[in-house]
């Protein structure tokens, strides 16, 4: 069993380097060209759904019958797998990123992240207020941003969630646009380290947007703690840990 699943791990491995390297091109049109930025954004979930599909991994996305996909967005979703990163941007949802500054150390995947999405030093107070001056300009030009909360696979007992940082609900409130919690049940059922990977198929769930109508900065503790019960509600639910 566990010759099958390390064949599994490498083929799946080689799969999404190949992927990423087939549509590599239109993330870098992205780059280089501005008028094309959303277009890459967009060939994000083209990315993680062509991967999904060439591991043989089934995915459900749904979405609540509330969500606009015209509207802008603070989309947030619990961080257990590094898995969880494909099942995020598999939604429906162009949104630049907001992530660890190690992945910039990655040839090609760090320099398109790099350049495509937002990077942070969490523990430089400098960086992380460049992170918050860059992602309330992107709301401005009509971007959805995209965050794991908690800060990164940060949970000790799987499905509970660390705590969310503040970053995902201060823009939310600064610009007013609602936040869209996303549930990801089954991503640390498929990959629970940092390589191998197990046969499962992968829900992601798109909840209810939550308005930041009636909080400000001076309650977002109840607005975060909002966001997190609905997401810590639906993992409940769903997971049960093998």
Not at 37 to 47: E, K, N, R, V
Request: charged share 20%; aromatic share 16%; hydrophobic share 45%.
């Amino acid at each position: 069993m566990k010759l099958l699943q390390l064949i599994y791990s490498v083929y799946a491995l080689l799969m999404f380097t190949l992927v990423f390297l087939l549509y590599s091109p239109f993330l870098l049109l992205g780059i280089w060209f501005k008028k094309f930025t959303m277009t890459a954004l967009w060939f994000h979930h083209i990315i993680a759904r062509s991967f999904f599909i060439s591991i043989f991994m089934p995915y459900n996305i749904h979405y609540h019958e509330k969500i606009d996909l015209k509207k802008q967005y603070v989309v947030i979703a619990n961080h257990f797998s590094f898995i969880d990163i494909p099942a995020f941007v598999a939604i429906n949802i162009p949104m630049k990123l907001i992530g660890k500054l190690a992945v910039s150390n990655i040839p090609l995947l760090g320099y398109i992240f790099k350049n495509l999405h937002i990077y942070v030093d969490r523990v430089d107070k400098e960086s992380r207020k460049k992170t918050y001056l860059e992602s309330y300009n992107l709301v401005n030009q009509g971007f959805n941003i995209g965050i794991f909360p908690e800060g990164g696979i940060k949970a000790e007992k799987v499905p509970i969630m660390a705590p969310f940082k503040d970053g995902a609900f201060a823009i939310a409130l600064k610009k007013q646009i609602p936040i869209l919690p996303v549930s990801l049940p089954d991503t640390y059922k498929i990959m629970k380290g940092s390589f191998f990977l197990s046969w499962h198929k992968c829900n992601i769930i798109c909840h209810e947007p939550i308005s930041p109508k009636g909080y400000s900065l001076e309650n977002m503790e109840q607005f975060k703690q909002k966001c997190y019960d609905i997401l810590n509600s639906e993992l409940r639910k769903n997971f049960s840990i093998n």
